[in-house]
C-alpha cells in the first residue's frame, strides 16, 4: 500500500524539477536581487515539504511557491529589521510593490525566464561569467556539476558567480528583457553562450569522455525556451544545428567510448525524430530570409542528415553554404571547415592548399583539429611524414582522451 506522505514528497521533488527555474526567476524579480530570491525559492519549497503532505497538492503550485518564497522573504526581512533598520523599510516596500503584482501569471513568468537569461548573459560580464551563471541560474546545475564540465574548481565556479551576482547589484543592471533596437546585439551573446554550453557538451574539451550529454541538454533547453520565447530566426537557426548533432550523438563513439568519424557511423543510430525537427527549424529559419551562421551551419548538419550514405553526401551544397557562411562570419574555424568540405568534394590537395594558407598566417597554430584535418589529407596524398608531423601536433595539443587514442591509433596505421 503507498504512502500518502512519500507520494507528495515525490510530487514536490517533480516540482523542483519541472519549475524551481521558473520560480526563482519571477522571485528575483519579485524580490529584487538574485540572494534573496534563492533564500526565498529554498524556504518556499521547505514550506511545501512541511505542508503539501497534510495540506495537498495546490491547484497551482507555481503560484503557491512564488507567494509563500515572497512573504517567507518578507518575513525575513522584518526579522532582521531588529538589527537592521533598512531591513523593515525594505520588507514594507517589497510588500507594497509585490502584493500588486500577479505570482502565478503564464505571461509573466515566461517573460520572467526571458529576463533572467538576458540578465545572466549581460555584456559586461565576462563570457565564462556568463556561462557559469546561466548555468546556475537558469539551468539549475550545481557549482559541483558546472565545476565538472569545465575542469574548474569548485571554489573557482562559485567565486565567479559571487562576483557576477555582485557585478550585476553593484552596476544596476536592469533586470529586463532588451528593447527592440538593442536586441539583436544582446541576443548573439545569448545564442554564443547556449553555444558555447552546447559546445562542451557535445565534444568535451578534455577529460575521460567524448561528451557531456547533460550539458548538451541543457543547452538544447535554453534553445527551446528562447525559441518559444522570442521566435527570432536565429534562435531557430541554433536550436536546429543542436537538435542535427545531437541526433548523432550515439553513433559518435563505440561501446568502449572510441570516438567514430561522421563518414564511418552507423546512421541507422542517428535520431530521425531529431532530425525532422531540426530540419523543419532550418526550413522556418530560412522562411525568414533573416539567414544568419547558426542557420548556416544547421543547413550544413541537415545536408548530412540527409545522406542514408556518406558517399551520398551532397558536398556542392555543404561548399555551397560554406562560402556564404565565411563571407557572412568570416573565421578561422569556418574557413577550416570549408577546406574539410573541399577536400571532399574537389579532392584532398585542394583541401590541404587552404588548410595550409591558415596555419602559414599563424591562425589556429593551438587548434589540434586544424593539425588533425591537416594530416587526414596529408595521409589521403600519400604523404606520410607529413601526416606523422601534424598528427603528432594534434595529439601534444589535445587534452581529450577519446581524441588522444583516435590520433595514436592513426599514428599506428602509419607505421615507422
Same mark, same amino acid.
Given at each position: 500500500m503507498n504512502d500518502p506522505a512519500v507520494d507528495v514528497h515525490e510530487a514536490v521533488a517533480a516540482v523542483y524539477r519541472s519549475e524551481s527555474r521558473r520560480v526563482l526567476a519571477t522571485l528575483i524579480r519579485l524580490l529584487g536581487g538574485f540572494d534573496l530570491a534563492e533564500e526565498a525559492l529554498h524556504d518556499a519549497f521547505a514550506a511545501a515539504v512541511e505542508q503539501w503532505p497534510w495540506e495537498g497538492l495546490p491547484v497551482n503550485p507555481r503560484a503557491w511557491l512564488i507567494s509563500t518564497g515572497r512573504h517567507k522573504a518578507i518575513d525575513a526581512m522584518r526579522r532582521r529589521a531588529r538589527f537592521d533598520v533598512s531591513q523593515a523599510e525594505l520588507a514594507e516596500r517589497l510588500e507594497a510593490e509585490t502584493s500588486r503584482a500577479r505570482p502565478g501569471d503564464a505571461e509573466e513568468i515566461v517573460d520572467d525566464q526571458l529576463r533572467l537569461i538576458f540578465t545572466c548573459c549581460h555584456p559586461v560580464l565576462s563570457p565564462d561569467v556568463q556561462v557559469a551563471l546561466t548555468l546556475r541560474e537558469v539551468c539549475g546545475l550545481t557549482t559541483e556539476e558546472i565545476a565538472r564540465a569545465f575542469l574548474a574548481a569548485p571554489r573557482t565556479i562559485a567565486q565567479r558567480i559571487v562576483r557576477a551576482k555582485a557585478k550585476i547589484r553593484d552596476a544596476s543592471i536592469p533586470y529586463e528583457v532588451p528593447s527592440r533596437p538593442e536586441l539583436p546585439e544582446r541576443l548573439d551573446t545569448v545564442l554564443h553562450v547556449i553555444y558555447l554550453v552546447f559546445n562542451e557538451g557535445y565534444a568535451a574539451s578534455s577529460g575521460q569522455s567524448l561528451t557531456r550529454p547533460d550539458l548538451s541538454r541543457e543547452a538544447i533547453r535554453l534553445g527551446r525556451l528562447l525559441v518559444e520565447l522570442l521566435q527570432e530566426p536565429e534562435a531557430l537557426g541554433l536550436l536546429a544545428l543542436m537538435l542535427l548533432h545531437e541526433a548523432r550523438r550515439t553513433a559518435r563513439t563505440s561501446p568502449t567510448g572510441e570516438l567514430i568519424l561522421l563518414d564511418e557511423q552507423d546512421r541507422s543510430l542517428w535520431d530521425r525524430g531529431q532530425i525532422a525537427e531540426g530540419s523543419?527549424?532550418?526550413?522556418?529559419?530560412? =522562411?525568414?530570409?533573416? #539567414? *544568419?551562421?547558426? @542557420?548556416?551551419?544547421?543547413?550544413?548538419?541537415?545536408?548530412? =542528415?540527409? =545522406?542514408?550514405?556518406?558517399? =551520398? @553526401?551532397?558536398?556542392?551544397? #555543404?561548399? *555551397?553554404?560554406?562560402?556564404?557562411l565565411v563571407r557572412a562570419e568570416p573565421s578561422p574555424i569556418v574557413e577550416l571547415n570549408r577546406a574539410a568540405a573541399l577536400a571532399m568534394r574537389d579532392g584532398p590537395a585542394a583541401g590541404l592548399a587552404l588548410i595550409d594558407q591558415i596555419l602559414g598566417r599563424g591562425d589556429l597554430a593551438d587548434y589540434p583539429l586544424a593539425h588533425s584535418a591537416r594530416a587526414d589529407l596529408c595521409r589521403r596524398l600519400g604523404k606520410i611524414a607529413d601526416a606523422r608531423a601534424s598528427y603528432e601536433r594534434a595529439l601534444d595539443l589535445t587534452r581529450q582522451e577519446p581524441q588522444r587514442r583516435f590520433l595514436e591509433r592513426r599514428l599506428a596505421e602509419l607505421g615507422g
Open positions: 523543419a527549424l532550418v526550413d522556418q529559419a530560412f =522562411a525568414s530570409r533573416r #539567414i *544568419g551562421p547558426y @542557420t548556416l551551419q544547421a543547413a550544413v548538419a541537415a545536408v548530412h =542528415a540527409e =545522406a542514408p550514405v556518406a558517399a =551520398a @553526401t551532397d558536398w556542392n551544397r #555543404i561548399v *555551397g553554404f560554406y562560402d556564404v
